[in-house]
């Protein structure tokens, strides 16, 4: 993902999502990274999981406006579920945030 570039793979699928007007709740979830695969649990592996979890809900949060005809879909990761709403610091129109009613005490 890189968002300096625009050149984010979060923003694709969630762009490929809004095209499809049946489609109503979509999973977005981390893998390990290639060089934890066959190797043991541990804090590297936490420590990835962690990092590409945080670029996710950036990238879900960051991505918009919305558009309101497919503004009833439900975007889930593995931080929160997220739904499109107003939000007056990022500007007009919806845009994902937290599906809580007073968002999530986790900070990501």
Same mark, same amino acid.
């Given at each position: 993902?890189?968002?300096?570039?625009?050149?984010?793979?979060?923003?694709?699928?969630?762009e490929?999502?809004?095209?499809?007007?049946?489609?109503?709740?979509? &999973?977005? *979830?981390? !893998?390990? &990274?290639? &060089?934890?695969?066959?190797g043991?649990?541990?804090n590297? $592996?936490?420590g990835?999981l962690?990092?590409?979890n945080?670029?996710? =809900?950036k =990238?879900? *949060? *960051?991505?918009?406006?919305?558009?309101p005809?497919?503004? =009833?879909?439900?975007i889930s990761t593995?931080?929160?579920?997220?739904? !499109?709403? $107003?939000?007056?610091? !990022?500007?007009?129109?919806l845009?994902?945030? =937290? $599906?809580?009613?007073q968002?999530?005490?986790?900070?990501?």
């Amino acid at each position: 993902m890189e968002r300096e570039k625009n050149r984010d793979l979060i923003w694709t699928l969630l762009e490929i999502a809004d095209n499809l007007p049946y489609l109503k709740h979509l &999973s977005i *979830t981390s !893998a390990d &990274s290639a &060089s934890d695969h066959g190797g043991r649990i541990g804090n590297p $592996s936490i420590g990835h999981l962690y990092r590409v979890n945080t670029e996710i =809900s950036k =990238s879900v *949060t *960051t991505f918009g406006p919305v558009d309101p005809t497919t503004a =009833s879909k439900v975007i889930s990761t593995p931080a929160r579920d997220y739904i !499109a709403r $107003s939000d007056q610091d !990022a500007g007009p129109g919806l845009w994902y945030r =937290s $599906s809580m009613s007073q968002g999530s005490q986790l900070e990501l």
